[in-house]
């Protein structure tokens, strides 16, 4: 199983990154997906997660803002970004899950959100 994350950057407040976690080894719609991010200092947070077959669920701080989305063809999950805030910036992961399978986790992809 590999996680491979990207489109993380460089932006300004305001402005939009859309991240993507493609999925090897495994099909991707038989696991749990998420978004997690880890700020220096500061623990890993979950900010997006879907849940099979079709639940979403998004951290209050990133509610209206951050969608994840799966991919129809591809073996991957979305994480559409709007209206950055400096306060998004980090590390951010993806995660699978599976409770036959275990946890898999991506290498991470940095976001930074400059004021």
């Known amino acids: 199983v590999k996680l491979v994350e990207s489109g993380g950057g460089l932006v300004q407040a305001g402005g939009s990154l859309r991240l993507s976690c493609v999925g090897s080894?495994?099909?991707?719609?038989?696991?749990?997906m998420s978004w997690y991010r880890q700020a220096p200092g500061k623990e890993r947070e979950r900010v997006a997660g879907w849940f099979t077959p079709n639940i979403t669920i998004y951290a209050d701080s990133v509610k209206g803002r951050f969608t994840i989305s799966r991919g129809n063809a591809d073996n991957a999950i979305y994480l559409q970004m709007n209206s950055l805030k400096p306060d998004d910036t980090a590390i951010y992961y993806c995660?699978?899950?599976?409770?036959?399978?275990?946890?898999?986790w991506g290498q991470g992809t940095q976001v930074t959100v400059s004021s």
């Open positions: 995660r699978a899950s599976s409770l036959l399978s275990g946890d898999y």
């Open positions: 080894g495994f099909t991707m719609s038989t696991f749990h």
